[in-house]
Each structure stands twice: as C-alpha cells, then as structure tokens.
C-alpha cells in the first residue's frame, strides 16, 4: 500500500533525492539555480535532461502527489479502471467539495449533498478504497486548503485536477493543474510530460500596509501580465518582500496565478512558512525543511542579477501598492480602488449598487483573511450597520471553520448578517442556487474568489463579478456600493454621524492556541482491498463507466464540416459549462450535452448555437448539431480563437468532443491545460501558421487535414477549406506535437496505450 501522508520518512527521501538530482543537474547547466530550477528540474525522470529548451521541449517529471476533487475526480477514477492496475503507484487523495451547492446555510446545503449526491461519494469512496486512495468526504473542505493543511511541503512536486493547484505554491510546493489523463498516468505510475515552462521572475520589495493584502498582489499582477501572460511559464517570486507576506497570504498569489495562464507560481522557502507547517502540526517537517533550505530558495547569484536567470522580470514595490477591483468577467481587467468610482461616471456597462458579496474559498478563507475581514464587520457593527446586500462567507476548510469559530470569527461576521455556507466551492464554481430575479438584470456582485468569467457564479450573463480582497469585499457589502472607496468614503451610522474605516489591524498568521481540526471527514484506504467492489449501477444516470476511444484508422481527416467557429474569450467553462450541470460530470454521455453553451458563434453573434450544414436547419444546440454529423459518421472541426480554453483544467472540455464527434481543434492560440487535454483525447490541436487565417473560415465551409501519416514533431500540417462555391484555399497549420504525443493520436488517446 502507498503511504497517503507526506511523513517525516516520505519528505526526507524526496529532499535527499533533490539534493542527489540537483547535483547532475548543476553540471548539465553549468549555471546558478533559480528555484524553479530546484524544484522542477530535481524531480526529473531523467536529470541528465535539464537542458531541455524553455517553451519548446518536453520533459519528464516524477510528481510526489496526485490531487483529485469530486467532479474531476469521477472522471479520473473511471479513466484508472482503464489502466488495470490494482493500485495508485504515488500518494492520491480525492477531496469532495465540488457538488456541494449553495442554498441555505453550510449545515443545511451539505445535508441534502450527502442525499442527493450519494451515488457518487459511494463510488468515489470505494473506488478509493479499492485502488489505494486517501478520500476526504463532503464537508472537510475545498482541495486545495486541506492539501495545504496537511499535504504540501516546500520542494514538493504536485499536481491536481483542478486549475488552482497552484494554491500550495504558497508552500513552496511545485503544484500544478493538470488534466485527468495526466493525473492517471502519474497514478498508474508512468512520468508526466509536461512543456519546459519559461521562467517570469516577480520581485518584492518593501511590505503590506494599510488596506493593501495579498490578494492585491495578483491583481495587480493580473493587469499586467493579462489572462495569457503567464502560459507555458512558471511565475517565482523573490526579493525582500517576499519574507512579509504569511504563508496563507503567498498562497493566495499562486492560487491565482492560474488565472494568468501560468503552469504554477511558487515562492521560496521562509520562516513564514515554517510557521505554517508548525501550525498544522507539522514540526518535524519544518525541522526538515530548515537542514534542506538551500534546495528550496534560489541560489543568491539570482537574487543578485535575477534578469539573467528568468526570461521575464517584474519588480513590484509593497508600499506603493494600492487595493485593487479586477472585473467584469475577466481577471486582468484590473484598477485600483481609488480609480473605480471615476470609471463608473458614465460607464453604461458598470451597475454601482451591488447586488450580492461573497468572501471566502480556497483563496481567501485563511485565519488571517477572516480576521481582517472580521475587524472591518466589528467597526461597522459599533456603528450599528450591517450588510446593505446579501453576504456570504466560504470557508475553505472543516479546521478553518471550526477554528474561526471558536475564535469568533464568525460571529462578528453573522452580526454583519453574514450568512455561513458549506466548507465548499459553492458559487465560486457556478454551484449557487440564486435567485433568478437577483440576476435577470445586469446586476454587480463583489467576491474574494479568484475566477470572474460571465456566468462562473450564478450561470446569469447579466451578472458581473468584480474581485478584491475579502475586506475589501466587507466593506464594499457594508456600503451597498461598488464605487465606495474605503480608505476615504465615509458612512453614516445609526446614530446619524459619519465615519471612516479604519484600515483593519494587523492580524494574526495563524491562531494563537493552534487550529482546531473540527470534525473528520477523511476515510483512509484498507491495507488489504482484496474483494473490495466498485459501487456503479448498470442503469445509473449519474455514472457512466468509460470505454476506450477508437484508435485512429490511419486517414486524412476528409471533408469536415464547422460545428463551430468561437469568437473572442472561449474558456472551459464556454465549453462545457459547470452549475447544474455538475452532477452528470460522472456520465459523459448526459453531461456531453451542454457542449459550447457558452460558446459565442462567430458567423451570428449567438451564444451556444448554430447551424446544422447537412439539413440547413439553424438555432440549434452544438451538441444536437455533433450528435446529427456522429450519427451519418461525419466528424468535424472546431475552428477557435486567442488563448482558446483558458480558464479550469475541466477534462470534459476535450472529453465531450471526443465523444460527440470531433476530428480536430483549430484555433489562434490555447491555454496550456486544454491543448494537453485534447491531445491525450486523441484530438488534433492545431493553431493557424497565420492567426489571420482564421477570418478566411466561413459557415458552410468543409476542412480537410491531409498526409497526417506523414505528421512529425515540428512539422507542418496542410489544410483544405472548402468554400460552398467550389472555391478553395490551402492553409498551413501548426503544432506542438512530440513523438510520444504522436502515438496517443494514432492509438486513440493516451490511455489506450495501457492496452498494447
């Protein structure tokens, strides 16, 4: 049986194995080391392959961990049973906190998820159980929190199937987001082949004050690098500031570096982050650390002239920098607090009054963040106000709220009128059960969650979520008001006078008298599983067991019509939309038919819609349209716009249309995740050798891909498109392919290589 926890024993081997890595890979360089040389480079399979040229090379790792959550989790377990191996071969957990939905009240909401999604926790548990795999039911917390509580440590290689994996670079973790096929691949024992990220070094200098958090870091960031800044790049952060931000607060950054399109962010070994590990009853781990710290900072030559050692450099100065507010709908579209009233003054887009304001998650639900959010709710309280709008309040996990609220935390916030919801996603996912007459208008919500895209948190296009800090958020609910600015705007309390804010006081990393663990929700795996069955019911409508995709037959991809050409921003969740959706992620056939709801038609304008070319019948639904074209054995092509399926790492974004029919994706430019994705479907991802071919695509168009037997690592591929008139155009297409990506396209997909 693979032991779960990252012990003493476990954290040892892998720095002993770092320091004997890092060693060959010092030679190969023949450079001083960033850390996210360090880190990456020492958990090779091969180390003698550090060379590997950044952005244009693929590499092998050996992760210390897998992490799954529940939706992605159900995909990942039916896609082992596929690998026939008996157990996972490196430490896995599943952590239940996608399908909890906001209702009522945490107590409440998480009652009826044990009811009515027990189909799935009873599989996911004794499919846990049964291949070796440690399961954290409903009700313990957002993956990403607990993994930081109790399994990540500096120098750690992780990787999860969830987007905000990168939230335990925060510990120094390595962590990064991948697809499901990854993560089976790593659990079924194989390396993970992952694209030599580029280096983006961020330099801190100075210290928070005042109003300004960490969260303000990365939005601030988020405007400058924008939403694909950071693809197929690392971020580190380094410099003097580096040692002022909590171990929480760091994590808080890497957490939504993910919304730059960056493979992960990381920092550097501290003593802020022996105190975390400390705290969480880790010690001996820390002691660890400590002997090991010159494996986990960067070597000081970088720190010295760090332009020579990152291909990106980005100084960012703490005691200039202000609160910020990114929104709508895209998390670089970021100001300071002070600019947004001005950008309001006749702004028809923008809606001043706030609707709704939500603070909390995996981003920012740590004892530091409650407690500076709870500071704001007491000054308002003394004055006699409350929320003006509905207010919610996510912790991230089971010991974050029993420790806030043993600590009270919590109660200065319900005297807010705060209401309390699961130790869940919730609606920072789209699993928020709102009003329809809150969001039937264009309306304003604030969050301190880390994703803003048009219908993520209710499934409303009408709603526009603006992010800040989560005592930004506080405050912006006290006011009612989005051009509120806290750090001068005065308010009148009950007794009729006025008053400002005062900055919310310094509070503590972590709680003076320790975390309390609250109530366990984790099932460890049996040391013997023999004869332990898997709970799948032949007719369950929420389950569906996988089979393995067809093997490519060897032709050119002839004469495919458009489902789809995609204008503008077109994510995961464009793509295969989350919310109600959720609770058929288990079976892909039911889930398969919300594919490109949110997709925008380029020909109309039209969300979620198109024309089916065989009939000339319009204004249907894509996925009725692919399952038409499956049905007469067509398949077809998505033609895509920049950085196409960015946001969430959602595997069933490739698993769909690989269902339904697809033969390729053609696209300007993809988010990192998503081009993985597809490949390891056994899809062609393709980008346009001319961005500006993509406007030559027209409606009735056919696309033909030819002498794919002849397709090669670095090599061009042709295309044929068809016009209705007869005419035609040849266009060269490109793409990222590797000799063994080559052969998940020719046997189906990546896993189907487990049956050779």
Partial sequence: MVNIDSTPEFVSTVYEKMETNIEVVRKVLNRPLNLIDKVLFSHLDDPYSANALRGEDYIQLRPDRVVLQDVLGQTGMLQFMQTLKDKVSVPTTIHCDHLIQARIDGDSDLNDSVVENVEVYDFLKTASARYGVGFWGPG?????QVNLENYAFPGALMIGTDSHTPNCGGLGACAVGVGGADAVEVMAGLPWDLLTPKHIGVKLTGELNGWTAPKDVILYLAGILTVSGGTNSIIEYFGPGVNSISCTGKATITNMGAELGATTSIFPYDHRMAKYLVATERSQLAKIADRYAHLLTPDQEVNNDPDSFYDLVVEINLNELEPHLVG???????RPISKMASELLGNDEFV????????????????EDMSRAADIANQAVSHGLKSAVPFMVTPGSEQVRATIERDGQIDSLKNLDATVLANAC???IGQWKRSQKASEVPNTIVTSYNRNFARRNDGQPNTMNFIGSPEIVTALAIAGSLSFNPMKDSLIGENGESFIFDPPSIAPEVPEDGFD????FYQAPPENN??????IAEDS?????LKPWPKWDGKDLVEMPILLKARGKTTTDSISPAGPWLRYRGHLDKFSDNMFMGAVNAFTGETGKGMNVLTGDKDLAFSK?????????IRWVVIGDENYGEGSSREHAALSPRLLGAGAVIVRSFARIHETNLKKQGLLALTFSNPLDYDLIQETDRISILNLNNISPGSDLKCLVVHSDGSSVEINLNHTYVADQLEWFRAGSALNLFHK
């Fill in 426 to 428: 919730g609606p920072c």
């Fill in 328 to 334: 709508p709908h895209s998390p670089d579209r970021a």
């Fill in 541 to 545: 409508e929420r389950l569906q067991v």
């Fill in 517 to 520: 663990k609250g109530r366990s």
């Fill in 625 to 633: 349209i692919a399952r038409s074209y499956k049905a007469n054995s």
């Fill in 352 to 367: 001043d009054d706030i609707s709704a304001a939500l603070i909390g998650s995996c981003t920012n639900s740590s004892y």
């Fill in 140 to 144: 313990a917390g957002i993956i990403h």
């Fill in 530 to 535: 023999d004869g332990l069955e898997i709970s």
